[in-house]
């Protein structure tokens, strides 16, 4: 009988000072939880496979350069219950190539000017694209929308106010942590992957990851919990060896809410989403290193081309024409807010979507629905997620 089982692993995570240097992630700080978690070594073979010895047997294979793969393991989407601090999967967020940018206060304000989509805040420099903002006072009070554009300070919206703001509209966007594409100051992170024994006192199997970067995706599905899917690679940063067994490991309680009662918008324009996608499409190498002992350096996100899919329920074409919109080439912005407990709320945006591919006709438990893949753009603009 096997001393160690599948499920009891563990995985530790933290961003790294130094590209590729051991950050010393600890079970206490950084545990995450995280499904279907595996380590796959990635090195390069030498086979040998012709070599002359008088036989007719090749020759002995040698193992080259290469690093360590963490491959398609799951992170429940959750915030950290507290509002302006970073989720449990935040280091693993950001070595997918996104930056963070935690709100830390309540930026509020009374509107210069407003529109049926547009507000004119006092000062929208902290602000960014994919947060929420919520009127407070005047016109259109309690209205919460998100942010899909900024010029100066006037704020575009997802979708029209009930009523038209003006001066009159006091607004507030909500304390949060922001992530959105970025193509400076990338991280790497430091993954240690404890497999643990099922006997008392018999040691861990400990991997240590350094330089780890990778890609993200989700999916959202009514009425399910939606998961992060992460694809991580990095170098071995020291031999696998045995480990004391971690009894500090400390998760945050958080439950993810589901994807129900939510708010979503295609277009300006109220959507009932059965299925939503979302792939970073990051393309991750780890460049030659002949001075590293397995001969790569750090993992870097070296290009991104993020897009996704939809499922839609039908609509009469005065409400949606894809066909057209995918062939004129037309934008529009997706967003979707869900969550009703500050700190565990989630909005996604995509501000400027058009449709990649084909539409088509599909099935939704015989509704009439449509399939529509799409691309995400705008330099480190393509897509946002932010925990209010």
């Known amino acids: 009988m096997t001393d160690y089982l599948s499920q009891n692993r563990l995985l530790t995570a933290k961003v790294e000072t130094t590209a590729g240097t051991d950050?010393?992630?600890?079970?206490?700080a950084n545990a995450v939880a995280c499904e279907a978690l595996r380590v796959t070594p990635d090195f390069a073979v030498d086979q040998a496979e012709n070599e002359h010895r008088s036989s007719l047997d090749a020759g002995e294979p040698t193992s080259l350069g290469g690093g360590i793969t963490l491959p398609g393991f799951g992170v429940r989407l959750k915030g950290s219950g507290t509002a302006g601090t970073a989720p449990e999967a935040a280091p693993l967020l950001r070595a997918c190539a996104l930056a963070e940018t935690v709100t830390s206060s309540a930026i509020a304000g009374t509107a210069s000017a407003g529109g049926a989509r547009t507000l004119t805040l006092e000062d929208a420099s902290a602000v960014q694209i994919g947060m929420p903002i919520t009127l407070t006072g005047g016109t259109s009070s309690g209205d919460t929308r998100t942010i899909v554009a900024i010029d100066g300070d006037e704020v575009t919206v997802d979708a029209d106010w009930t009523t038209e703001t003006d001066a009159t509209s006091a607004y507030s966007i909500p304390v949060n942590v922001l992530y959105?594409?970025?193509?400076?100051?990338?991280?790497?992170?430091?993954?240690?992957?404890y497999l643990n024994s099922k006997v008392s006192g018999l040691d861990s199997i400990l991997t240590k990851v350094a330089g780890a970067a990778g890609n993200m995706s989700l999916t959202l599905q009514r009425d399910q919990v939606s998961l992060m899917s992460f694809d991580l690679r990095g170098l071995l940063a020291a031999?696998?060896?045995?480990a004391t067994r971690p009894t500090d490991a400390a998760f945050d309680p958080t439950k993810p809410p589901p994807f129900r009662n939510a708010a979503c918008s295609l277009g300006g324009v109220s959507t009932r989403l059965r299925t939503f996608t979302l792939d970073l499409a990051n393309t991750v190498e780890q460049p030659d290193?002949?001075?590293?002992?397995?001969?790569?350096?750090?993992a870097t996100v070296t290009r991104r081309q993020t897009g996704g899919s939809l499922a839609l329920y039908k609509e009469a074409l005065s409400t949606r024409n894809v066909l057209s919109q995918f062939l004129d080439n037309s934008e529009r912005a997706l967003a979707i807010r869900y969550g009703s407990v500050a700190g565990n709320r989630i909005a996604i945006t995509i501000p400027r979507l058009v449709y990649s591919g084909n539409p088509s006709d599909t099935d939704i438990g015989n509704y009439a629905g449509e399939s529509l893949p799409f691309r995400g753009l705008g330099p480190d603009a393509a897509a946002f997620i932010c925990h209010w």
């Open 289 to 298: 290193d002949p001075t590293a002992l397995y001969g790569v350096g750090p």
């Open 180 to 193: 959105g594409g970025a193509s400076l100051d990338l991280v790497n992170a430091t993954l240690y992957h």
């Open 23 to 28: 950050a010393e992630p600890t079970a206490a």
């Open 239 to 242: 031999a696998v060896a045995t």
